[in-house]
């Protein structure tokens, strides 16, 4: 968790947040526990100093233990405690792999994070513990456990009484995680547990079955991308959500704010991903300063009509930052994806013979598919051979077609 000493002489740098401040609360006695113990050590864990009228809990906490009970749910209420506190649990998976179903509580509750383990090379630690989890409150409805992954095998760490030594289990794996937790909190105080498991899920380098999988859930977590990721949640749109645009043209406003206040002026130029789709009309350029950093700035983006009949097509707003404050220095974020909706083009026409011009390239140029409900061929004029009947309709030229009713 916060071993070593950084840039200090010592070699054996073993913290992965080794800068945090760090409380422990010791609830096993040779690896085993009373119910009584470990509910305890949650009750303290809530209010080291014994005076409720001062948040002195931690932001996170890494728990290497688990029940040897599958499915007991005992400790769910010093869960939920914790969590209506704003701090962020995390569990490790434990070691009763590699059979499925094999993950213990806490770790498998909803609302905490459980940890699997790796190894040097990416693979499953063999003994971690696997998904689904039981079924029914208070395990998670998708039964996904556990969440993400962890080195858990021959993992340097500090020993009892001194030294240096190698150890396996998730217990180990579980730390990882904690501590990059740490550092996502370092780097976006703003962040709550939601984001937290968001940002772990969205940056963990997948491994096994493509996508979620019961032995390493999302994937075995990236410390460097994670942190990168909570740098570019700074950055706040409002509204959140889908933001549509259309090709015929009008214009959406929303806002850009900062979440956490900065140390020095901050510059956000911002850009969209397709110039064809949309455009900045303003507020390409915003600045906020360290008095102003919570004040929303509007932009304001128009949907672009292109030359093409090629349906709702997504673009993204994208920020870019310059600032002096090095957590506001050159964050490179995708603020919020947009749909430009294709603007269909619209014409009516008689029961009779129409003359009929294709404004724009459509994606199916066939008569059958442009008119379905004409009644005959469509019909160009030549100078020299006359009326000719054609099947595909070109952009610019005049064809004749004749209908049986009124429609459009």
Not at 95 to 121: H, K, L, M, Q, W
Not at 169 to 184: C, N
Not at 239 to 247: A, K, R
Request: hydrophobic share 40%.
């Amino acid at each position: 968790l916060v071993g070593g000493d950084g840039d200090g002489p010592d070699a054996n740098d073993i913290g992965i947040a080794y800068g945090a401040k760090f409380i422990a609360a010791k609830m096993l006695t040779s690896g085993f526990s009373t119910i009584a113990q470990v509910v305890s050590a949650a009750q303290w864990m809530l209010d080291p100093d014994g005076d409720p009228s001062t948040n002195d809990f931690p932001d996170v906490i890494n728990n290497s233990w688990f029940s040897n009970t599958r499915g007991s749910t005992w400790y769910f209420d010093a869960v939920a405690a914790w969590r209506a506190a704003g701090i962020v649990p995390v569990f490790c998976a434990a070691n009763f792999g590699p059979a499925d179903s094999s993950t213990r509580s806490p770790g498998d509750y909803e609302g905490c994070i459980s940890v699997g383990g790796t190894n040097s090379v990416d693979n499953r630690y063999a003994a971690t513990s696997v998904g689904p989890s039981p079924a029914g409150f208070p395990f998670p409805a998708d039964r996904r456990k556990p969440d993400c992954s962890a080195p858990g095998e021959g993992v340097v760490s500090s020993l009892a009484g001194g030294g240096f030594g190698a150890a396996s289990g998730t217990s180990m794996a579980a730390p990882h995680v904690a501590g990059t937790i740490a550092l996502l909190l370092q780097a976006n105080p703003d962040l709550a547990y939601d984001d937290v498991l968001d940002i772990l899920k969205q940056t963990s380098v997948d491994l096994g079955t493509s996508g979620y999988d019961f032995v390493f859930g999302y994937g075995r977590i990236d410390a460097l991308g994670a942190v990168e990721e909570a740098l570019r949640r700074r950055l706040r749109v409002s509204p959140t959500g889908q933001l549509t645009t259309h090709e015929r043209g009008d214009t959406i406003a929303f806002s850009i704010v900062l979440r956490i206040p900065p140390k020095a002026p901050v510059t956000v130029y911002l850009s969209v991903s397709d110039s064809t789709e949309g455009a900045l009309c303003s507020g390409s350029v915003l600045d906020f300063a360290p008095d102003n950093w919570n004040v929303p700035q509007k932009v304001i983006l128009r949907g672009l009509r292109d030359s093409l009949m090629d349906g709702d097509v997504s673009y993204t707003l994208r920020a870019t930052t310059n600032s002096s404050d090095r957590l506001y220095d050159q964050i490179s974020a995708v603020l919020a994806t947009v749909v430009n909706i294709d603007a269909p083009v619209h014409t009516s026409y008689s029961m009779r013979w129409d003359l009929i011009s294709i404004p724009v390239i459509p994606n199916n140029d066939s008569v059958s598919s442009l008119f379905p409900s004409a009644m005959s061929s469509a019909y160009r004029y030549d100078p020299v051979s006359g009326y000719i009947p054609t099947a595909t309709m070109g952009v610019g030229g005049g064809y004749w077609l004749k209908f049986p009713a009124v429609d459009s």
